[in-house]
């Protein structure tokens, strides 16, 4: 079974600000595939980034970077440059390779930036 | 862009009423999902849909049921309504086939289902 674990349930930070989401994730597989997705208050949930696990190269978005470490089975996400617009609620997801596409999400990290 | 359409986002029923979520997306795609949100739980599955007229259970299928008569289409079901299904569901779908990092899932806005 696949489990992903965001330790942190709240987090805030400054705008303008660095700010890095942790998210740590237990599998046997080899090929998944790893997301992360921001949901804002009230709005559609949707992708911010995404993650080969067979690429060692880091993915970016813009602001958006990830700490991909495979051995330690970590994804953590960093935000740079905080807007007010990225205060939202962020959920790591897992994707095994295969058929079926099926995601297993964190909790959640309920990002603020504060003005 | 994919769209994600569910029929409310909000709805308020009675105890033991038959509840029915709709959600359509216009993608053409084949695997749909049914999600239920809860704060400290995150999103936790609970049936999906690889086409028409297949089902599998999530982690959490106990009182509820699916429908998919069109590949467009996937309705969450709700036979008899309790106050512990208060909560936010959300459906999502995404392309078919083998699992690839562009087999993301498209989320719908969420109905938060409100049971007296």
């Known amino acids: 079974a696949q489990t992903v674990t965001q330790s942190q349930p709240e987090m805030s930070v400054q705008e303008a600000e660095t700010v890095t989401l942790s998210c740590t994730y237990d599998t046997s597989e080899s090929n998944y595939y790893l997301f992360w997705y921001k949901q804002p208050p009230s709005r559609q949930m949707i992708l911010v980034i995404r993650q080969e696990a067979y690429k060692q190269q880091n993915a970016t978005e813009n602001r958006f970077s990830v700490n991909f470490q495979k051995a330690a089975k970590s994804f953590s996400l960093k935000i740079s440059d905080s807007q007010l617009g990225d205060t939202a609620m962020y959920f790591c997801?897992?994707?095994?390779?295969?058929?079926?596409?099926?995601?297993?999400f964190g909790t959640g990290t309920s990002l603020t930036v504060i003005p | 862009d994919v769209k994600v359409t569910q029929s409310s986002r909000y709805l308020v029923k009675r105890t033991g009423e038959k509840v029915f979520l709709e959600c359509v997306q216009d993608m053409d795609h084949e695997n749909m999902f049914w999600y239920r949100q809860d704060p400290g739980l995150g999103l936790r599955l609970i049936y999906f849909?690889?086409?028409?007229?297949?089902?599998e259970k999530g982690d959490i299928p106990e009182g509820y049921s699916v429908s998919r008569e069109k590949k467009e289409r996937f309705s969450l079901i709700l036979e008899s309504a309790s106050t512990n299904q208060t909560s936010m569901y959300l459906c999502?779908?995404?392309?078919?086939?083998?699992?690839?990092?562009?087999?993301?899932?498209?989320f719908g806005p969420g109905t938060r289902l409100t049971v007296l």
């Open positions: 997801a897992f994707m095994k390779g295969g058929p079926g596409n099926q995601f297993y």
């Open positions: 849909s690889y086409d028409v007229k297949m089902k």
């Open positions: 999502a779908s995404t392309q078919g086939g083998t699992s690839g990092v562009h087999n993301e899932q498209f």
